[in-house]
């Protein structure tokens, strides 16, 4: 059975930082994209960032380019997103996904695994 599960979650004050992580079990993520997405309430489920296999490629969503970075450790079978200068507009229920071919990175329909999500809140 597959299970991610993400960590790292909690309240932070605008320009502070977080890093959340998210380790896969039951299956390794071979030449699959790795991603995060949010959800504030009230809206949809949004695309963050994505990681190829290798960590070549990275895709950001336009306004946490810069503050965000994303990583994985393959090895651990685990994906990062480091977070800094964290911005009130920020705060959203984060997922961690898996399993998106690589060229479909940034859609959330195509990943086939999903994190039960961590609630990151940022006070202004």
């Known amino acids: 059975q597959v299970q991610l599960s993400e960590s790292g979650g909690g309240l932070v004050q605008a320009g502070g930082s977080l890093r959340l992580s998210c380790a896969a079990s039951?299956?390794?993520?071979?030449?699959?994209?790795m991603g995060w997405f949010r959800q504030a309430p009230g809206k949809e489920r949004e695309f963050v960032a994505a990681?190829?296999?290798?960590?070549?490629?990275?895709y950001y969503k336009d306004s946490v380019k810069g503050r965000f970075t994303i990583s994985r450790d393959n090895a651990k079978n685990t994906v990062y997103l480091q977070m800094n200068d964290l911005k009130p507009e920020d705060t959203a229920v984060y997922f961690c996904?898996?399993?998106?071919?690589?060229?479909?990175?940034?859609?959330?329909?195509?990943?086939?695994?999903w994190g039960q999500g961590t609630q990151v809140t940022v006070s202004s």
């Open positions: 996904a898996a399993g998106a071919p690589i060229v479909f990175m940034k859609s959330p329909a195509r990943y086939d695994y």
């Open positions: 990681i190829s296999w290798g960590g070549d490629i990275t």
């Open positions: 039951g299956r390794t993520f071979d030449n699959y994209a």
